[in-house]
């Protein structure tokens, strides 16, 4: 084997060593990223119920609000809500208490129900 393919061999093996560090590093950041990310996710959740109002003044305060918002909080239009509970009210004999609207009742459900979540972990 000549000198020159001696060197030739050597900087093709320090660029392959090179190589494969760069890429090493960048597993490991994308991997500290990751975990970051998630940790973050789960110590420090961000709460989804954020209004002052409880109860069906909460309920009203977001069907006379953003489309978004509610949508975000229900997975629904107001209006497919509003038939809802319309269709429920008068085809099932849905009813509210003498403390809390039906329309209450079908929101908190509805909320519990599409983020998996208890009223408990709101308070």
């Not at 190589?19 to 959740?45: D, F, G, K, R, W």
């Not at 038939?83 to 429920?88: N, Q, V």
Request: charged letters at 25%; proline letters at 2%.
């Amino acid at each position: 084997m000549s000198s020159d393919e001696s060197e030739n061999s050597t900087e093709e093996q320090k660029i392959t060593r090179r190589n494969y560090v760069i890429a090493h590093h960048q597993n490991v950041v994308a991997a500290v990223s990751l975990v970051t990310e998630y940790t973050s996710m789960m110590l420090c959740p961000v709460p989804r119920m954020t209004s002052k109002q409880t109860g069906d003044k909460w309920v009203v305060e977001l069907l006379c609000g953003s489309r978004v918002r509610f949508h975000d909080s229900f997975m629904m239009s107001q209006e497919i809500f509003m038939d809802l509970l319309h269709a429920l009210e008068e085809k099932c004999g849905f009813r509210g208490t003498r403390r809390t609207a039906s329309r209450e009742i079908l929101a908190l459900t509805i909320y519990v129900l599409s983020h998996n979540e208890s009223m408990k972990k709101n308070n």
